[in-house]
C-alpha cells in the first residue's frame, strides 16, 4: 500500500462509478464518468497503489478471445470506509454522491 | 467536368482507404510509447489495458484521440512512481549527506524533480496537441473536399 491519494472531485466520481458498477473496465469508467483516459488512468494506478481499488483481468487468453484483455476493477474494502469517510466533504459539490 | 469529379471521388477515396488503415496502426504504435514510458511492472499490464480501452472507442479517430490521451496518462503517472521510488533512503554505508540536513536534501530534490516533470509534462502535452491538431485539420479537409466533390457531381447530375 502506497501513501494516501488525494480525495479530489474526479476520484469521487471514480470511486461512485464504480460503487454502482463494480467490476467495471476502463473504457466503462469512461462512459460513466466523462473522464478521459489521461486523466482517468492516473487516478485509478493511484488509487490501486493506495489498496483503495483492486484490479484483475478477466478470464481467458487474449488469443483465444481474439482481442486484449479488459482489466476489471473494483473498490475494496478500505476504499469504500474511505469513500464514505471523504464524502461528506465533498458531497455539497457532487449530487450523484448518495453513500452517506 | 463529370471527370474531374469521378477522379476526385477515387483519390478521396483512396485517402479515406489510407486513413483508415493506418489509424489502428498508429494508434497501437502512440500506445506502444505510451507504456514503454511507464516503470517496467507496469508496462505490460497498461499496454494491453490501452490496447483494449481505444478498440472501446467508437468511431474511426476515436481509437486515435484515445490512444493520445494514454500518452498524456503515461505522462502523468510516471512522475509519481519516479519520485517514490527517488526518495527511498540511501543505503546503509552510502548516506553521505549529515543527519541534520537531510529534510533540506529531499526538498531541493523534490523541487529539482517537481520543475522537471513539469517541463516534460509540457512539451509532451504541446506534441499531443500538435499531434490532434494535424488529424483533426486532416479530418476537416478530407471532409470538406468530399462535399465539394458531392457538390460538382450534384451540380452536373441531370
Not at chain 1, 493506495?50 to 488469443?63: C, I, K, N, V
Request: charged letters at 20%.
Amino acid at each position: 500500500m502506497g501513501t494516501e491519494p488525494r480525495f479530489t472531485i474526479q476520484t469521487a466520481l471514480v470511486l461512485d462509478a464504480l460503487m454502482q458498477s463494480p467490476g467495471a473496465c476502463g473504457s466503462e469508467i469512461t462512459r460513466s464518468t466523462g473522464l478521459s483516459s489521461g486523466s482517468l488512468y492516473p487516478i485509478l494506478i493511484r488509487l490501486e497503489k493506495a489498496g483503495w481499488l483492486e484490479s484483475a483481468w478477466e478470464e481467458g487468453d487474449p488469443a483465444e478471445l481474439g482481442r486484449p484483455r479488459r482489466r476489471n476493477y473494483t473498490v475494496s474494502a478500505l476504499g469504500e470506509r474511505k469513500a464514505r469517510q471523504n464524502s461528506k466533504a465533498l458531497s455539497p459539490a457532487i449530487g450523484r454522491l448518495a453513500w452517506t | 467536368m463529370d471527370l474531374a469529379g469521378v477522379i476526385l471521388g477515387l483519390v478521396l477515396a483512396i485517402i479515406w482507404a489510407e486513413a483508415s488503415a493506418w489509424l489502428p496502426a498508429l494508434t497501437r504504435r502512440i500506445i506502444r510509447l505510451a507504456a514503454k514510458r511507464l516503470e517496467p511492472d507496469l508496462r505490460e499490464r497498461m499496454e494491453e489495458e490501452w490496447l483494449r480501452y481505444v478498440q472501446d472507442m467508437p468511431g474511426i479517430l476515436g481509437p486515435f484521440f484515445a490512444g493520445c490521451k494514454c500518452l498524456l496518462a503515461s505522462v502523468r503517472i510516471r512522475p509519481i512512481r519516479i519520485a517514490a521510488r527517488r526518495l527511498q533512503p540511501a543505503p546503509k554505508g552510502r548516506g553521505l549527506i549529515p543527519p541534520s540536513q537531510i529534510n533540506q536534501f529531499y526538498l531541493e530534490r523534490l523541487k529539482e524533480l517537481f520543475h522537471r516533470s513539469a517541463n516534460e509534462q509540457k512539451r509532451l502535452m504541446w506534441i499531443s496537441a500538435i499531434a490532434m491538431g494535424a488529424a483533426f485539420s486532416a479530418a476537416l479537409y478530407v471532409a470538406g473536399i468530399k462535399a465539394l466533390a458531392s457538390l460538382i457531381s450534384g451540380g452536373n447530375s441531370p
